[in-house]
């Protein structure tokens, strides 16, 4: 059970961090890998959650479950740490380029049955999804990945609703295009 | 239902918000239209592998990095904490030394605060004494921190 293994992090025990660390740190770390881009990034991410988490475990409700406070709060720490650096580029700073039409249209050069495999293939859409700009990976990680509905994302992010679900249909189209020249 | 009604309902689907009757009209067009049933599957695919891409592990040596940066902060906090400790006991020593008109702390005491910054200072300048005492008090607390550290480590 989580609440014991909090209540013993809370009482000083660093086995028990060391518990939550081997249950979780796999999945903290994919998710940070994927909003971030970069395994250094990454790591980064991941060791500065830890280290909030610890510090501030006196606060740490145990009636709450673990997994979905740490997609919020590694959500709120990239974002923080993106705008802390002025990285996180707004909607409207997009370029031209992102102004295309609702549908990419249907490659004819390949079977339909070929070109649907690419889209199971999980290697070609982890590279794709590494390759999508940031604000397009970040809204499909969350809204694919974390499981949070666009509302959520809206509030994560400030911005609104509208903008979440154009950017989730843009990132996809980003992704369809991506994965139609890999080679196979 | 025209084709580019049915890719927005394909949108819909993709975010999750297509109704029951949406749905339905959807699979109505796509049972006679190739090209419109091929963006439905490529959609429903994409969906289903972003929904599960594998977990990735983390590199081995993190959780190390992660102890050693939340020790070295705590090192660094409990340092703070003696140095603005030992400031105020300090501070507070030579104002009540100075009250009881003890002989080698005999400097007057005036209301202003900052005179008692500059009353510390003038303590220390004119008492060897108490700067020994600081230097052993750091050399104690480092040598105490490093124990400390290393019994952690080796447990």
Redesign the interface.
Known sequence: MDSDLILRIKSGD?NAF?DL?NKY??????LS??LCGS?EEA?DL??EF??RF??NIDKFDINYPFIPWSKRVLTNLYIDKKRSKKEYVSFEELTSEDDER??DP?DNSLL?ED??IR????EA??KA?LKLPEIYRVV?VLF??EDLS?KEISNILSVDEGTV?MR??RG?KK??RE?STYEV | MRC?EC??L??LE??GMITSKQLSELETHIANC??CL??R???Q???????????????EN??S???Y??EK?EFIKNCITFFVFMFFALLIGSVFLNNINYSIFSVEIEESVFYIFSLVWEIFCNNIFLIYLLIGSILLFIVFSVYKKRK?LLS
Not at chain 1, 25 to 30: A, C, D, G, L, P
Not at chain 1, 119 to 122: D, G, I, P
């Open positions: 660093q060391r660390y740190s796999s999945f903290i770390y994919t890998y994927r395994s790591k991941v060791q830890f280290i610890y510090n609702s549908f249907v339909p070109m649907i889209f199971e293939n999980k859409i982890e999804l499909i694919y990945q666009i679900k989730i249909s996809r992704l369809y994965l | 580019d890719r927005k394909i949108e993709e975010l190739p090209e091929y963006l599957q490529r959609s695919r994409l969906t289903n592998s972003l929904k599960n891409l594998p977990i990735l592990s983390p590199p993190l959780f990095l992660i102890l940066r939340i902060e952690e």
